[in-house]
């Protein structure tokens, strides 16, 4: 008996080896057994990694999130093969989703952010509480490094490696989003 015919149930159903609560440790689980050509785990894990991926896209390419979402999976379905480490998913598909979340929404013609002048008073409804109203008048550079540094926890560095640019130019776009998220807020 095969590893693979091991981790698989009575009905043919993938199970992972490791503790059914570590999201982490199934999704590598699933990504050996996927690079080892069982279908039934790659659908289990694009599956798996879903939420993860659109918890990415959606803040950087907004309304096109599920668009985004869908091309980090084909990438990623398309790629499999390619991860070296099955230890390092998580990592991997998050630059490839920041990567098309960027890439989505710069097609959509959203790479010019906008004037801020144009953002509505305090008070209005459209902007009471509405992160996703302020972060729409960022360019898709300015809400990537955002989205890395501030909800993924990423340091500037780490970001600037998954934006594939130079440590200074990602902290001075954190710097300058920082800014027009602020003044956009306040206003």
């Not at 570590?22 to 590598?28: E, F, I, K, M």
């Not at 990415?56 to 480490?85: H, M, N, Y």
């Not at 960027?102 to 790479?111: N, P, Q």
Request: aromatic share 4%; glycine share 6%; with cysteine.
């Amino acid at each position: 008996m095969t590893a693979d015919q091991k981790d698989r149930g009575d009905r043919g159903e993938w199970r992972d080896r490791g503790d059914q609560g570590d999201q982490g440790d199934r999704g590598v689980a699933l990504a050996r057994a996927a690079r080892a050509g069982n279908t039934l785990a790659l659908h289990e894990l694009l599956d798996h990694l879903t939420p993860y991926i659109a918890r990415i896209c959606t803040p950087i390419a907004l309304t096109d999130g599920p668009d985004a979402t869908q091309e980090t999976l084909l990438a990623v379905f398309r790629s499999l093969r390619s991860l070296k480490d099955p230890q390092a998913l998580y990592g991997w598909v998050r630059a490839i989703a920041v990567r098309e979340a960027v890439r989505i929404a710069r097609r959509a013609a959203r790479a010019h952010p906008a004037e801020l002048a144009d953002v509505p008073e305090r008070g209005d409804p459209q902007l009471a509480a509405d992160i996703d109203d302020v972060l729409a008048r960022l360019s898709p550079e300015h809400r990537a490094v955002l989205v890395m540094r501030d909800v993924e926890g990423l340091d500037e560095e780490a970001a600037a490696a998954l934006l594939g640019v130079p440590a200074g130019t990602a902290k001075s776009r954190l710097h300058r989003a920082r800014m027009s998220f602020r003044k956009a807020w306040s206003s």
